[in-house]
């Protein structure tokens, strides 16, 4: 079977991302890669060893061999470009959070319904094994009912003033950072997991720099800690570096979370404990393959990821035997194969999360800006299917 052909558009921490993982599927070319100029696309291509590169991503649209595009742009260009895909006839695969606004989810969600074509929000994090078997585990009623959800996000790489990222600039990033960025990861799995549906929040949110240190010249995400002080401009800021909610799910569950970009040590520690009436489940992405189960009246277990030892919904994620590891990219493999296999083959199942996934997650985002302008409880509307 020749490979279908896909476009990146992006050349970011994230496009790099993508362009690898797609490529381990083995059925899928990346042809092409946009960036914002000619000169980024050229170097992320050669780089990268891509065949086409250009500074304008309707080249990639216009271009009637390639049947898909993944969007890694900033979440400013999300909408504009996704529909301008969809409109072109592209089946879409798009970084999270979905867009700016609710508004623009839904009508990226309307129109690739209206289009007929494949949509997916790029929340890869579900994908890990080991979360995987954590929801099985719920679904087969292992932990009985659900009472309690507690967890953080908490990364360190904005810890100083110093730090700079687009993500740091409402205009590029949208009126969440923290949140936005992966309080919508957090959120989206912890209902995910457990299948219930957040329905109430109360947030807060806090500026800890209110000024920060711009570089004078662009730089990657995550790779601004070599540069010196006469390197940079001193801007305000507008988007939170902390954030925290109090949570209900369905009608008993209550929970917690932080997100945080300013916690010394923290490089990427989403962590999350989901206790029910039977035994507790907690994981932490830090340490991808363990996943610990706690018990009332018998010891505790950390589980290490095996596939051939998982409940059958959890062992086709896992690609490789136990005791050998599989991680942040190999969740970004599991979702773009299923998602560009339902392309090929479009009666499988939706085993991916779509626009409409999107769309929950912005509602969910302008719930907490909501909640942490009037500083109290807002409602949320369950999500479809869920309680």
């Known amino acids: 079977m020749s490979k279908i052909k896909v476009g990146v558009i992006g050349c970011g921490f994230m496009g790099k991302t993508h362009v690898e993982n797609l490529r381990r599927l083995g059925f899928v070319d990346v042809a092409a890669v946009a960036g914002i100029t000619q000169d980024e696309a050229d170097r992320f291509a050669k780089a990268n060893s891509v065949d086409k590169a250009t500074g304008n991503y309707k080249d990639i649209l216009a271009d009637p061999e390639i049947v898909g595009v993944h969007v890694c742009t900033p979440n400013a260009l999300h909408a504009p470009v996704a529909k301008a895909a969809l409109t072109a006839g592209k089946h879409v695969l798009c970084e999270k959070p979905l867009a700016m606004s609710a508004k623009e ?12 074509l494949c949509h997916a929000t790029n929340h890869n994090l579900r994908y890990y094994p080991a979360v995987q078997q954590a929801r099985a585990m719920i679904a087969n009623g292992d932990l009985g009912q659900i009472l309690v959800v507690q967890g953080t996000y908490s990364q360190d790489w904005l810890l100083y003033d110093t730090d700079f990222n687009w993500r740091i600039l409402r205009k590029h990033n949208g009126p969440l950072r923290v949140m936005g960025d992966i309080g919508s990861h957090w959120m989206d799995m912890i209902q995910h997991v457990t299948g219930l549906s957040i329905t109430a929040l109360c947030a807060d949110l806090k500026i800890i720099h209110k000024t ?42 209550r929970g917690a979370y932080t997100v945080s970009q300013v ?19 907690a994981w932490n992405q830090e340490r991808p393959d363990e996943l610990w189960v706690g018990n009332r009246n018998e010891p505790n277990k950390l589980i290490l990821k095996d596939g051939s030892l998982f409940y059958p919904a959890a062992a086709s994620y896992a690609d490789y035997p136990g005791g050998h590891s599989e991680g942040y990219d190999d969740c970004h493999k599991q979702l773009y194969r299923r998602f560009w296999s339902r392309v090929i083959d479009p009666s499988l199942p939706i085993q991916y999360p779509t626009f409409a996934d999107g769309l929950r997650g912005m509602q969910l985002l302008e719930a907490v800006i909501e909640s942490n302008k009037k500083k109290g409880w807002v409602k949320c509307a369950p999500a479809k299917g869920r309680k």
């Open 263 to 281: 916690s010394a040590g923290c490089k990427n520690r989403f962590e999350w404990l989901i206790a029910g009436t039977k035994g507790s489940v």
């Open 212 to 253: 920060r240190k711009q570089p004078k010249v662009a730089i990657e995400t995550f790779a601004g800690k070599t540069l010196k002080p006469e390197d940079y401009d001193e801007v305000k800021i507008d988007t939170e570096d902390f954030g925290m909610a109090l949570l209900h799910l369905g009608d008993t569950c």
């Open 105 to 116: 989810a839904k009508e990226m969600l309307d129109l690739a319904e209206k289009k007929k």
